[in-house]
């Protein structure tokens, strides 16, 4: 009986047979994974790392956006990790990311490396593909993203933003290229399309933060037009205009940006966004 219980937990560790949601340690408590149906620890994988917004959580930022729904038909392994909770208030959870965003109360705590955290104990733990790493946030966990393709930039290949905004510091190119996409509602009235502040600190708007890694890239700096997508379901039609920064950028780099004609903060996702997201990351591995 005892060599059964062995051999089971023998081949459970090399094989996943069903889709499950496992536990890992980046030094902040257990930490949910999702991992994909069959997973074969011989064959490496994505990872994608989903970073909730100010006062949301992990799972309420992936119950929104649903990418945990694409885990087995795309063949990702997916973490979505909880802030920092405020020391005051009512202690939302934040990242901090950037001066404008959202550490209020000045706690200093090193959320960049606390990600990196997670990616490296995924990593030791998971058969990830290094060339596939990647960070998607929302709002504050938009900020967080951009902060963690600069601090990271050799190990994420690229990231996707909804409704956040890069950094206005002035600050020399990241050692790699790495690939942005930016999501943004014109009619955000928590993070302004156009930018704005936050307690008197700047954030650029959407097409300021992904001509900033345009450049950062090697890419020209002005967008090419490139189609349409239907990204909002309450919103009649294609309304999302998408602009291209893919010339001459280095090997690694480019930056798009899908503008939400009408969209909100929250947008009302349309049933395909997920997958729409998760192709154009996978399509933008490193080199």
Same mark, same amino acid.
């Given at each position: 009986?005892?060599?059964?219980?062995?051999?089971?937990?023998?081949?459970?560790?090399?094989?996943?047979?069903?889709?499950?949601?496992?536990?890992?340690?980046?030094?902040?408590?257990?930490?949910?994974?999702?991992?994909?149906?069959?997973?074969?620890?011989?064959?490496?994988?994505?990872?994608?790392?989903?970073?909730?917004?100010?006062?949301?959580?992990?799972?309420?930022?992936?119950?929104?956006?649903?990418?945990?729904?694409?885990?087995?038909?795309?063949?990702?392994?997916?973490?979505?990790?909880?802030?920092?909770?405020?020391?005051?208030?009512?202690?939302?959870?934040?990242?901090?990311?950037?001066?404008?965003?959202?550490?209020?109360?000045?706690?200093?705590?090193?959320?960049?490396?606390?990600?990196?955290?997670?990616?490296?104990?995924?990593?030791?733990?998971?058969?990830?593909?290094?060339?596939?790493?990647?960070?998607?946030?929302?709002?504050?966990?938009?900020?967080?993203?951009? #902060? &963690?393709?600069?601090?990271?930039?050799?190990? +994420?290949?690229?990231? %996707?933003?909804?409704?956040?905004?890069? $950094?206005? *510091? /002035?600050?020399?190119?990241?050692?790699?290229?790495?690939?942005?996409?930016?999501?943004?509602?014109?009619?955000? #009235? &928590?993070?302004?399309?156009?930018?704005?502040? +936050?307690?008197?600190? %700047?954030?650029?708007?959407?097409?300021? $933060?992904? *001509? /900033?890694?345009?450049?950062?890239?090697?890419?020209?700096?002005?967008?090419?037009?490139?189609?349409?997508?239907?990204?909002?379901?309450?919103?009649?039609?294609?309304?999302?205009?998408?602009?291209?920064?893919?010339?001459?950028?280095?090997?690694?780099?480019?930056?798009?940006?899908?503008?939400?004609?009408?969209?909100?903060?929250?947008?009302?996702?349309?049933?395909?966004?997920?997958?729409?997201?998760?192709?154009?990351?996978?399509?933008?591995?490193?080199?």
């Amino acid at each position: 009986m005892k060599r059964i219980a062995w051999l089971s937990a023998v081949l459970l560790s090399f094989c996943v047979g069903t889709s499950a949601a496992q536990t890992v340690d980046a030094g902040r408590g257990e930490l949910p994974i999702r991992v994909p149906a069959g997973y074969d620890r011989a064959s490496p994988v994505p990872l994608v790392v989903l970073l909730h917004g100010y006062t949301s959580s992990g799972a309420e930022q992936d119950a929104y956006m649903k990418f945990v729904e694409l885990v087995d038909s795309h063949r990702f392994l997916l973490v979505h990790p909880d802030g920092t909770r405020e020391s005051g208030g009512d202690n939302n959870r934040f990242w901090n990311a950037s001066k404008a965003c959202c550490d209020l109360m000045a706690s200093g705590v090193d959320d960049s490396a606390y990600v990196r955290s997670v990616i490296d104990v995924v990593k030791a733990d998971y058969n990830v593909d290094p060339k596939r790493v990647y960070v998607i946030g929302h709002s504050n966990g938009g900020f967080m993203s951009y #902060r &963690a393709a600069y601090d990271h930039s050799e190990t +994420i290949a690229a990231i %996707a933003s909804l409704a956040g905004a890069a $950094s206005t *510091e /002035r600050q020399p190119a990241p050692r790699s290229p790495v690939h942005v996409l930016q999501i943004h509602g014109t009619d955000d #009235r &928590a993070i302004a399309y156009d930018g704005g502040e +936050i307690q008197g600190s %700047a954030y650029p708007g959407a097409v300021g $933060s992904v *001509e /900033r890694w345009a450049a950062y890239n090697g890419c020209a700096v002005e967008g090419t037009t490139g189609g349409a997508r239907d990204l909002e379901r309450e919103i009649a039609g294609s309304e999302t205009t998408v602009a291209q920064y893919a010339a001459g950028c280095r090997p690694g780099g480019s930056g798009e940006l899908w503008t939400i004609t009408g969209g909100s903060h929250i947008p009302v996702l349309a049933e395909t966004f997920n997958r729409q997201v998760i192709d154009w990351l996978f399509a933008h591995p490193k080199p």
